[in-house]
């Protein structure tokens, strides 16, 4: 009797048990047909969209993302194109058919490179030249291709976002998929499904910092649904979605100038800038004309081993004799030192090691000679007379120990929103280091040590000097507008908090880095098309570094009128050899001027306040 009730009792547990089993599985069930399929698990998958996708092959056409255009008008990010585009099914539609030579002779690509390409194939592609680039189509092949009504084989518009051979990629950045980031930066998307783990955000450049506004509509796309052996299915025709919101996606005016920045990344290539960056402001406003940044990188294929992407115009460095700049402003403008006062240069200072660059001394100079001649011991003996905290003060004046890219207090649900990604502030002196040390105030005077300044602050510290006044926040992005053309908000020129400096020292200041050009260690830019004023510097690196520097120019031009402020930074240079920063300069100038007289606009002059 015991026996048979244990039995029982087992064999209800067991039911039980099975029960349970079954209830979770249709549960589970439940939630992965009706409870959850748009938004599955941590990661948000979208179980709908990915069973489609197994019956499913599509190509994009475009991005569904706002386009980010110079000027102008240009877009960086894309232009439409009429293009072939090869599905995989086609090899089926073409086997036992003369297809391929009719193809051939419309798209005038050989025959044999065709049957290549369509074996090849695992997923849909577009055609492209041998190198890579796109084959664009007339509207008359366009016609031809879509007549010969070869499934798999059509001709339409498409806009590729990023292309190999465009221009100021750093500045623009690039999309990728990033779940956690998703989820992040759009809490409320994420919950309601409206976006998920497929989909795209910015992850560095302007393609980030304007993110919120670039996220469009859902991108235009081409599909064929086909069964497991590729084939198309019957009755399934072909799916062509495509934009249609007359106000999204928003797109982005740039204050660059495409034409400007291909000359500017020419010139780079043409000298073999291998790590630097140039940086052309407009010398009225401060707004960034041109931006290169080298290494270069694939936007479509971002590699994580490196940081090939990152824009080193906003990364800091130690920025030499460039920073006695700051040194002769804080100097002129506390009363210190007068631009004739003298200073008696040996070629060295006796003690911490610390010597001019040229040995056998510079003698006797003025204060004026010293900064044309980049003298390292009359600038040792300004910057003890300014002091360190002085010097830390007029750095801070002049914008360099902040971020300088423009900042709107609330746009949209972002509040102190940056236009400019990553950008590094400057700094002077290290945490808990003294101001009042003799050694550490001489080796900051010629911009060693701890100083770290961005090519980008050091372009708008020119600005500021030829203005005379408080320094600008540098414009990237100078509007934000509908799909429709009509504006969205438009971003105003504004100011640092900084206090700057007043017009009588930046006057000197200007006549002391004409003197570099014309007597002083800038003499090889007597040579450029336009006159040019500014200062040179070389910082020295340590550790495993010792034998490399970085180059540094910093001015604007012409030096009468000026109209462009430029900033070139060769880094890891070799201590000998021909000044890369100088040629840099000297062939940006040049190529300032021709654009000049090409475009026929008059030349304007900075504002004075």
């Known amino acids: 009797m015991q026996l048979e009730k244990r039995i029982k009792r087992r064999h209800f547990l067991v039911l039980l048990s099975m029960t349970f089993i079954w209830v979770g599985l249709l549960a589970r069930l439940w939630w992965i047909q009706i409870g959850s399929p748009h938004r599955f698990s941590r990661r948000g998958i979208d179980l709908v969209k990915n069973s489609v996708q197994q019956r499913q092959q599509s190509i994009i056409l475009h991005s569904g993302r706002g386009d980010i255009v110079d000027r102008n008008g240009y877009a960086f990010t894309g232009e439409e194109h009429l293009a072939l585009i090869l599905f995989p099914l086609a090899r089926g539609s073409l086997e036992g058919t003369d297809g391929l030579v009719r193809l051939s002779d419309v798209v005038g690509v050989p025959k044999e490179r065709l049957a290549t390409i369509m074996e090849k194939a695992r997923a849909p592609l577009l055609l492209r030249n041998e190198a890579g680039g796109l084959i664009v189509l007339t509207e008359r092949q366009s016609e ?128 073999g800038l291998i790590e630097g960056s140039i940086v052309v402001l407009d010398a009225r406003n401060g707004d960034i004309v041109s931006s290169v940044s080298r290494p270069g990188y694939d936007q479509t294929k971002v590699s994580s081993n490196n940081g090939d992407w990152k824009n080193r115009v906003v990364k800091q460095l130690p920025p030499g004799s460039v920073f006695k700049t700051v040194v002769a402003a ?9 631009p004739t006062d003298r200073f008696m240069c040996t070629g060295n200072y006796g003690k911490y090691h610390f010597s001019c660059w040229k040995k056998e001394g510079h003698g006797s100079v003025t204060m004026e000679e010293a900064y044309a001649h980049s003298c390292n011991i009359a600038f040792a003996e300004i910057a003890k007379r300014v002091g360190g905290e002085k010097l830390e003060e007029y750095a801070r004046r002049l914008g360099l120990s902040e971020q300088v890219g423009h900042v709107t207090s609330h746009l949209f649900k972002l509040d ?39 090519p980008l602050q050091v372009a708008n510290l020119m600005v500021t000097i030829l203005r005379g006044s408080s320094p600008t926040q540098v414009r990237l992005v100078s509007e934000i507008s509908y799909r429709n053309g009509q504006s969205f908000y438009r971003f105003p020129e504004q100011k640092l908090s900084a206090s700057g400096i007043d017009y009588v020292t930046a006057s000197k200041l200007r006549k002391m880095m004409q003197k570099v050009v014309t007597e002083g260690t800038g003499q090889t830019l007597k040579e450029a098309a336009w006159e040019v004023a500014g200062k040179s510097g070389t910082a020295q690196l340590g550790g495993e570094n010792q034998s490399s520097n970085h180059l540094w120019f910093a001015g604007y031009a012409p030096a009468d009128d000026p109209r462009y402020a430029i900033c070139v930074v060769a880094e890891n240079q070799p201590s000998w050899g021909k000044n890369q920063a100088m040629e840099l300069f000297r062939r940006a100038v040049d190529e300032l001027a021709d654009q000049t007289a090409q475009s026929s606009r008059p030349l304007s002059g900075y504002s004075r306040e």
């Open 144 to 271: 031809q291709v879509n007549a010969l009504a070869i499934p798999g084989i059509v001709a339409l518009a498409v806009t590729e976002r990023y292309r190999s051979d465009e221009v100021a990629k750093h500045v623009i950045g690039f999309i990728h998929k990033n779940p956690r980031m998703v989820e992040s930066l759009y809490p409320d998307e994420w919950a309601s499904g409206k976006m998920n783990a497929e989909s795209t955000v910015g992850a560095t450049g302007l393609e980030r910092s304007f993110d919120r506004f670039l996220q469009g509509v859902e991108p235009s796309a081409l599909s064929y649904y086909v069964d497991g052996q590729g084939k198309p299915l019957r009755g399934l025709d072909i799916r062509y979605t495509k934009q249609s919101n007359e106000y999204y996606p928003l797109s982005l005016a740039t204050t660059l100038d495409v034409e400007i920045q291909r000359r500017m990344e020419r010139v780079a290539n043409q000298v």
């Open 330 to 338: 804080a100097a002129l403008a506390e009363g210190v030192i007068l």
């Open 416 to 454: 102190d929103f940056k236009q400019i990604d990553g950008e590094e502030r400057g700094i002077v002196f290290a945490e808990g280091v003294s101001r009042r040390d003799e050694g550490v105030l001489i080796q900051t005077a010629i911009g060693q040590r701890d100083v770290r300044v961005t």
